[in-house]
């Protein structure tokens, strides 16, 4: 009986894609691909094998491979794009925005002709509009262009809920809405610890510092780095959303979807709720807004618009 691993890519070996790498195989979710530029395939390879050399410590059975060339990615499952510049501090993610549209379009182009049925998730930055750039080159239903924020930002909100409270992260479950800048949406409202509102429970004062600690959660480590950007959470986020499309656990979590006419806007690739399962993003969920939410969410919309217009300029 032959049994066929699932086929996972991730494009781009920095340090998101490298320990998005090394933390695939850690789940045995799939064998996986890394890919970087033709300059960079021998460390590219060294990556995969030390990762590789891992496994029988690790004790899981996946192959992981360095390439620069995607007839190795042909036929994947799911392919993560990593690929692209980080900020560094003093920068916003917009400043990446020239940069990286063409990187992720000359990545998305090698992917649709490699592996037309994958499941895509895009991190680089600025990550709403390169999941437009990505829908756009891809030209695949918007079902299988998934963007990652949501699950990180949620990450970030909930971590500091746990601090405060001195409880454990598993009990805390929050939304964050919106683009993946510094005016996306923790939706408060939403937020509880084991089913109690979190407005109960911690001083209004304090609930606010936490929102605003994780709207700018990205550049609090980039100024800690100083040279880069986050990666352990945006690696363990993107892993959350592959086991979630290849496991069809139906996860309801934030991600950005293209959107025709939920939360009131039409085209545009923003932050939501939504069931995340074996056919990708398989329902965008509506939650009621109060007008102070909804006034917030459309502040974020605009400049999640405002971003796209740039690439769409340089078309
Ligand atoms: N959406 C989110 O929540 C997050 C987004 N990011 C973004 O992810 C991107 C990657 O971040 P890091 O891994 O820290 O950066 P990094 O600089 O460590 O790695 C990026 C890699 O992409 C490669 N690359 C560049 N052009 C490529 C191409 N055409 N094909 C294949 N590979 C290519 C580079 O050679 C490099 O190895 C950045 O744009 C960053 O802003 C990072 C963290 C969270
Ligand atoms: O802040 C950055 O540039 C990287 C990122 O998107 C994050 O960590 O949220």
Do not use: W
Not at 16 to 23: E, H, K, N, P
Not at 63 to 86: C, F, K, L, Q
Not at 119 to 124: Q, T
Not at 256 to 281: Q, R, T
């Amino acid at each position: 009986m032959a049994i066929t691993r699932k086929k996972i890519t991730v494009v781009g070996a920095g340090f998101t894609g490298a320990t998005t790498a090394l933390m695939l195989a850690q789940k045995e979710l799939g064998d996986v691909v890394l890919v970087d530029i033709a300059p960079l395939e021998n460390p590219t390879k060294g990556k995969a094998l030390d990762m590789l050399e891992a496994t029988p410590v690790m004790g899981v059975d996946v192959n992981i491979v360095g390439t620069s060339n995607y007839e190795d990615t042909r036929n994947s499952d799911v392919v993560i794009i990593t690929a692209g510049v980080a900020r560094k501090p003093g920068m916003s993610r917009d400043d990446l925005v020239n940069t990286n549209a063409g990187i992720v379009k000359s990545v998305c182009e090698n992917v649709k002709a490699t592996s037309p049925n994958a499941y895509v998730i895009i991190l680089s930055n600025p990550v709403d509009a390169m999941t437009y750039v990505a829908y756009q080159t891809l030209g695949f239903p918007k079902n299988r262009v998934i963007g990652q924020s949501g699950v990180l930002d949620t990450a970030r909100y909930c971590t500091f809920i746990a601090q405060e409270l001195n409880v454990s992260v598993e009990d805390v479950r929050g939304f964050v809405l919106g683009g993946h800048g510094d005016d996306m949406v923790p939706l408060v409202r939403y937020s509880n610890v084991a089913g109690i509102p979190i407005e109960k429970l911690i001083p209004a004062d304090r609930i606010d510092a936490i929102v605003q600690r994780a709207r700018v959660g990205g550049g609090e480590i980039v100024n800690l780095l100083g040279n880069g950007s986050a990666y352990y959470a945006p690696a363990a986020s993107l892993v959350q959303m592959t086991e979630a499309v290849l496991k069809d656990k139906k996860r309801i979590i934030p991600v950005i979807a293209y959107l025709e006419g939920e939360y009131g806007y039409d085209s545009l690739f923003m932050g939501v709720p939504a069931i995340l399962g074996g056919d990708g993003i398989e329902k965008v969920i509506e939650l009621e807004l109060t007008a102070e939410e909804k006034a917030a969410l459309d502040k974020s919309a605009q400049s999640v618009r405002n971003v796209i217009q740039i690439v769409t300029a340089g078309q």
